[in-house]
C-alpha cells in the first residue's frame, strides 16, 4: 500500500527557515518523480516544486530560490527546505506522487502539513 | 504560462442530479488535463487524467471529456459522498497549474 506522510510544518517568524519532510512506503522515491503542492488557509491548491526521479528539479516562480526539494532514497524520504519564509507561505504543503510527467497527474498524497509563517 | 479556469466557482444540486464543471485552459493543452476532489481537511485524490481516463477506484458515476482548451467532469448522480471542491489541472508542462476550484453544495 502507497503511503506518504508529511512532517516538520510548525509556527515559524518571517525570514525563518523550514525543513519538511515526507517519509514514503509502498513504493521506491527515487524511481517516480516527487512534487509538493500547497494551499492557503481557504484557498486553492499551488504546485510548489518537483523532483525528477532522475534528480532533476523545478520550482515555482513564487519560491524558486528560497526553497529546495530534495530526496534520500536509502531513507525513503522527500524533503522541503525552506528559507526566507514570507506570510504568504502560510499553508497546508501536501507531498505526492508526481506522474505528470506521463502526462497523468499527482496520484498518491499525504495528508500535509501545516506551516504558519507569523510574527 | 497556461492558466486554467473553472466554472461555475460553486454549485448547489440534490442527491440524483446529473452535475458538469467546466475547466478553460489559457492555450490548446490536448487531453493533458487532471481532475481531482478534495473533501474539507482531506488530501486531493485524483478522479481523471488524460481529460477522460477514470483512475483506478473511481465509481463510474465520474467522467470527463473534452480536448485543447475546454474540458468538463461531469457526475452522472450525485451522491452524498461527492459534497467536496473539485480542481483541475494541467498536466502538460511546468509549472502545472491548477484550477481556482469547483465547491459541490447539497441543495
Known amino acids: 500500500e502507497v503511503q506518504l506522510v508529511e512532517s516538520g510544518g510548525g509556527l515559524i517568524q518571517p525570514g525563518g527557515s523550514l525543513r519538511l519532510s515526507c517519509e514514503v512506503s509502498?513504493?521506491?522515491?527515487?524511481?517516480?518523480?516527487m512534487s509538493w503542492v500547497r494551499q492557503a488557509p481557504g484557498r486553492g491548491l499551488e504546485w510548489v516544486s518537483i523532483?525528477?526521479?532522475?534528480?532533476?528539479?523545478d520550482y515555482a516562480a513564487s519560491v524558486r530560490g528560497r526553497f529546495i526539494i530534495s530526496r534520500d532514497t536509502s531513507k525513503k524520504t522527500l524533503y522541503l527546505q525552506m528559507n526566507s519564509l514570507r506570510v504568504e507561505d502560510s499553508a497546508v504543503y501536501f507531498c505526492?506522487?508526481?506522474?505528470?510527467?506521463?502526462?497523468?497527474?499527482?496520484?498518491?498524497w499525504g495528508l500535509g502539513t501545516l506551516v504558519s509563517v507569523s510574527s | 504560462d497556461i492558466q486554467l479556469t473553472q466554472s461555475p466557482s460553486f454549485l448547489s444540486a440534490s442527491v440524483g442530479d446529473r452535475v458538469t464543471i467546466t475547466c478553460r485552459a489559457s492555450?490548446?493543452?490536448?487531453?493533458?488535463l487532471a481532475w481531482y476532489q478534495q473533501k474539507p481537511g482531506k488530501a486531493p485524490k485524483l478522479l481523471i487524467f488524460g481529460a477522460s481516463t477514470l483512475q483506478s477506484g473511481i465509481p463510474s458515476r465520474f467522467s470527463g471529456s473534452g480536448s485543447g482548451t475546454e474540458f468538463t467532469l461531469t457526475i452522472s448522480s450525485l451522491q452524498p459522498e461527492d459534497l467536496a471542491t473539485y480542481y483541475c489541472q494541467q498536466v502538460n508542462g511546468y509549472p502545472f497549474p491548477f484550477g481556482p476550484g469547483t465547491k459541490v453544495d447539497l441543495k
Open positions: 492555450q490548446d493543452i490536448s487531453t493533458y
Open positions: 509502498g513504493f521506491t522515491v527515487g524511481r517516480f518523480s
Open positions: 505526492a506522487r508526481d506522474l505528470t510527467p506521463a502526462g497523468i497527474g499527482l496520484d498518491s
Open positions: 523532483i525528477h526521479g532522475g534528480g532533476s528539479t
